[in-house]
Structures are given as C-alpha cells and as structure tokens.
C-alpha cells in the first residue's frame, strides 16, 4: 500500500509565510504528479498546485505569484511555499500522489490525510 503524509499546516496572520510538506512511501515503482488541493467546509476539493515528475507545474490563478510547488524525486516528497497568505488561503490542504507500481502500468492517485492551515488576524 501507499502512504501520503503531509505536515507543516498552522496558524498565521495575514501577509505570513507556511511551507507545507508531503512524502509518499510504500509500495512504489514511480510517482508521475504530485500536487495540492484545499478544501473549505461546504465545497468541494479545489486544486492550489500541481507538478509533473519532470517539474511542470500548474498554479490555481488565485495562488500564482505567491505559492511555489516543488518536488524531490528522489525522496518522493512535495513541497508548498505559501508566501503573502491571505483570509480566504484558510483551507485544509490535501497532497496527493500517483503512484504506478510497475513499469508501464497504470497510475493510482493517493491522498494524505490533510493539514489545516488557517489565516487569521
């Protein structure tokens, strides 16, 4: 089976920074895009960020210039820089992973549990 885990969520004021982390691990041949998606209670899931396994990326327009996403492959995390955070930023954020486990075989997508960043002043 396959973990995702996040960390790094809190309690910031407006105009603050937060970096979020995640890590995939367990049974993993390769991981193709890993990203973000935030979630209020109410709505559905939205995306924030996402990345390609060769560092393409895609920004939600409301986060681009103040969010960065990056990933290490070779440790199978993701990373989110959160700079300039605003109210409506208050969210859960899920990571998300997927995951093939042979070559050529089909990707699965794997959700972390979520992180709650919440910004208040």
């Known amino acids: 089976q396959v973990q995702v885990v996040e960390s790094g969520g809190g309690l910031v004021q407006p105009g603050e920074s937060l970096r979020l982390s995640c890590v995939a691990s367990?049974?993993?041949?390769?991981?193709?895009?890993m990203g973000w998606y935030h979630q209020v209670p109410g709505k559905g899931r939205e995306l924030v960020a996402t990345?390609?396994?060769?560092?393409?990326?895609n920004y939600a327009e409301s986060v681009k210039s103040r969010f960065t996403i990056s990933r290490d492959n070779a440790k199978n995390t993701v990373t989110l820089q959160m700079n300039s955070l605003k109210l409506e930023d208050t969210a859960d954020y899920y990571c998300?992973?997927?995951?093939?486990?042979?070559?050529?075989?089909?990707?699965?997508?794997?959700w972390g549990q979520g992180t709650q960043v919440t910004v208040s002043s």
């Open positions: 990345i390609t396994s060769d560092g393409r990326t």
């Open positions: 367990g049974r993993i041949f390769s991981i193709n895009d």
């Open positions: 998300h992973a997927d995951v093939n486990y042979r070559s050529g075989g089909p990707y699965y997508r794997f």
